[in-house]
């Protein structure tokens, strides 16, 4: 009887654990990165090379980075949620061009519009890596302390905006 009955409770045993691994949001990545200071961007801008991305200028306000690429599917589809989103809550949005060409991404953005202040190009992802960047899109909620207060991970649509983000930001404002 013995025999029969370890079997089934090692199955049984296996299938919660499954089923506690398909329950959870796959985006819900959790970040070492919340509530730690911003790090700095110091990177060329895309469109204007002789200035850089400065955190530091953001002090005092509430602001939005997005991580993105011209060969990123999602991220063309997240555009005119983050355009709208900015523009009607007045929050700042700047991008990150993670691993791009920097002819590439500025054609895309020529294409595609552009809704961020400024987008830095890290061609080589080293600041993506301080970010702890998982893939393209992310965005993070920056605080007016330069904390990241909030990040997530994969495509931002109308729905997420109104549920995640805009509640986080609203409380920081």
């Known amino acids: 009887m013995l025999r029969y009955l370890l079997p089934l409770a090692v199955f049984l045993a296996m299938a919660v654990f499954l089923a506690k691994g398909l329950s959870r949001d796959p985006r819900a990545v959790p970040s070492a990165m919340i509530d730690k200071p911003a790090p700095a961007i110091g990177l ?8 850089t991305l400065d955190v ?7 602001w939005l980075l997005n991580v993105w690429a011209s060969w990123c599917g999602p991220c063309k589809d ?7 989103a900015a523009q009607r809550h007045g929050i700042a949005l700047y991008g990150l061009n993670y691993k791009d060409k920097p002819d590439e991404a500025r054609q895309w953005l020529a294409r595609n519009g552009n809704p961020y202040l400024a987008s830095a190009s890290d061609v080589d992802g080293r600041v993506g890596i301080e970010y702890g960047v998982y ?3 992310e965005t993070f909620v920056i605080d007016g302390d330069g904390r990241i207060r909030y990040k997530h991970l994969g495509l931002i649509t109308p729905e997420l905006w109104r549920t995640r983000l805009q509640p986080v930001i609203e409380a920081l404002q």
Do not use: C, I, Y
């Open 56 to 62: 530091e200028s953001q002090r005092g306000k509430v």
């Open 135 to 137: 893939g393209v899109p």
């Open 44 to 51: 060329p801008d895309l469109l204007e090379p002789g200035k």
């Open 78 to 84: 997240e555009l005119p949620v983050l355009r709208e």
